[in-house]
Nanobody, 115 residues
Framework: QVRLMESGGGSVQPGGSLRLSCAIS????????LGWYRQAQGKERERVAL???????DYIDSVKGRFTISRDNVRSRGFLQMNDLTPDDTARYYC?????????WGQGTLVTISS
């Protein structure tokens, strides 16, 4: 059974930082890309960052230079370091992998940026 579990969300002030973690089980994580997505209230889910199995990364423009995606294949974990947060980053954040073309999601972790 494939399971993803996010953690690390919370409420911070603008300019603050958070580090999200994603624990993955039930798949051979090292051969899969990992994506971090977010969904703000009333908006569609969007992919924020992606890291390939080889470590190549990709980000949406709005988070470039502020967010860093990484992975630990030994522990089957993914991470999203988020710095210089703004209210526009407020959303529920999800991690995602695909296995045999089937998508798997965690339950999400809520990130709230407000003063």
């Amino acid at each position: 059974q494939v399971r993803l579990m996010e953690s690390g969300g919370g409420s911070v002030q603008p300019g603050g930082s958070l580090r999200l973690s994603c624990a993955i089980s039930g798949v051979n994580f090292r051969i899969h890309a990992l994506g971090w997505y977010r969904q703000a209230q009333g908006k569609e889910r969007e992919r924020v960052a992606l890291i390939s199995s080889s470590g190549a990364t990709d980000y949406i423009d709005s988070v470039k230079g502020r967010f860093t995606i990484s992975r630990d294949n030994v522990r089957s974990r993914g991470f999203l370091q988020m710095n210089d947060l703004t209210p526009d980053d407020t959303a529920r954040y999800y991690c995602h992998v695909e296995d045999f073309r089937l998508p798997y999601w965690g339950q999400g972790t809520l990130v709230t940026i407000s003063s």
